[in-house]
C-alpha cells in the first residue's frame, strides 16, 4: 500500500462549490504538506502542519482552510472554488527535519 | 529569499545519449538541495539529496548530481538516458529553518528514440 494516499484522484466541480481533498499517511510523520502545481510554475506551498497543533499559511493560502485531524490525516478545503484553482494538488509529508518530503499521487481537480 | 532556477523548460535528447538538467539556486548558507522526478500521471519521487559532504551525490535510477558553490548549481546528470526517463524534473532547496522546500519550475525531458 502507498505510504500516502490522496483522495479524490480526480474531481471536476461548478464554480461556488465548497470541496475538500483529503490526505493520509502511514509514514509516521509529524509535517504534512499541501501544494498546487500549475505547469511552468512548479509546486507552490499552501498549507503545512507540523503537527496537529500546529498549522501554517504558505504561500499562496487565500481561498484554501486546512485541517488536521489526526497525525496521519490533513484535509485541504476550497471554500467557494473558482476556476483559477484548477490545478494538480499534491500531500506530501516528512520527518521532524522537514527536508525530505514523499508525496502522494495528486488529485487533479477542474472548477468550471 | 531563497528561489531556485531551472533554466530549461524542455529538453529532448536521444536514447542512449547522456544528459544534464541545470538547476540554479540563490541561498545565504550551505543549502539542502534535491532532486525529484514526476512520471506522467505520478507524484513525485526524490531521486537524489545533499546536505553535506562530497558534493557529488548519487540517487536512484542512475542519476547523479553535482554541487558546486561556486556557481550556486546543482546540475544534475545521467550518462545514458533512458525512454524512461521522460519525465518532470523538480530542483528544490530546503529553506532554512523552517522545513519547507521551494521548487524550481521543473524542466520536461523527452527522450527520442
Known amino acids: 500500500d502507498a505510504d500516502v494516499t490522496q483522495t479524490p484522484r480526480n474531481r471536476i466541480t461548478k464554480t461556488g462549490k465548497r470541496i475538500m481533498l483529503e490526505c493520509s499517511q502511514t509514514?509516521?510523520?509529524?509535517?504534512m504538506y499541501w501544494y498546487r502545481q500549475d505547469p511552468g510554475l512548479g509546486l507552490r506551498l499552501i498549507y503545512y502542519?507540523?503537527?496537529?497543533?500546529?498549522?501554517n499559511k504558505g504561500e499562496i493560502s487565500d481561498g484554501y482552510s486546512v485541517s488536521r485531524q489526526a497525525q496521519a490525516k490533513f484535509s485541504l478545503s476550497l471554500e467557494s472554488a473558482i476556476p483559477n484553482q484548477t490545478a494538480l494538488y499534491f500531500c506530501?509529508?516528512?520527518?521532524?527535519?522537514?527536508?525530505?518530503?514523499?508525496f502522494g499521487p495528486g488529485t487533479r481537480l477542474t472548477v468550471t | 529569499a531563497q528561489s531556485v532556477t531551472q533554466p530549461d523548460i524542455h529538453i529532448t535528447v536521444s536514447e542512449g545519449a547522456s544528459l544534464e538538467l541545470r538547476c540554479n539556486y540563490s541561498?545565504?548558507?550551505?543549502?539542502?538541495l534535491f532532486w525529484y522526478v514526476q512520471s506522467p500521471g505520478q507524484g513525485l519521487q526524490l531521486l537524489l539529496k545533499?546536505?553535506?559532504?562530497?558534493?557529488l551525490v548519487q540517487g536512484i535510477k542512475g542519476f547523479e548530481a553535482e554541487f558546486k558553490r561556486s556557481q550556486s548549481s546543482f546540475n544534475l546528470r545521467k550518462p545514458s538516458v533512458h525512454w524512461s526517463d521522460a519525465a518532470e524534473y523538480f530542483c528544490?532547496?530546503?529553506?532554512?529553518?523552517?522545513?519547507?522546500?521551494?521548487f524550481g519550475q521543473g524542466t520536461t525531458l523527452q527522450v527520442k528514440p
Open positions: 506530501a509529508t516528512s520527518d521532524f527535519r522537514g527536508y525530505e518530503q514523499y
Open positions: 509514514k509516521g510523520h509529524d509535517r
Open positions: 502542519s507540523f503537527d496537529v497543533k500546529d498549522i
Open positions: 541561498y545565504g548558507a550551505t543549502p539542502y
Open positions: 545533499y546536505f553535506s559532504g562530497d558534493t
Open positions: 528544490a532547496v530546503g529553506a532554512s529553518n523552517t522545513g519547507k522546500l521551494i
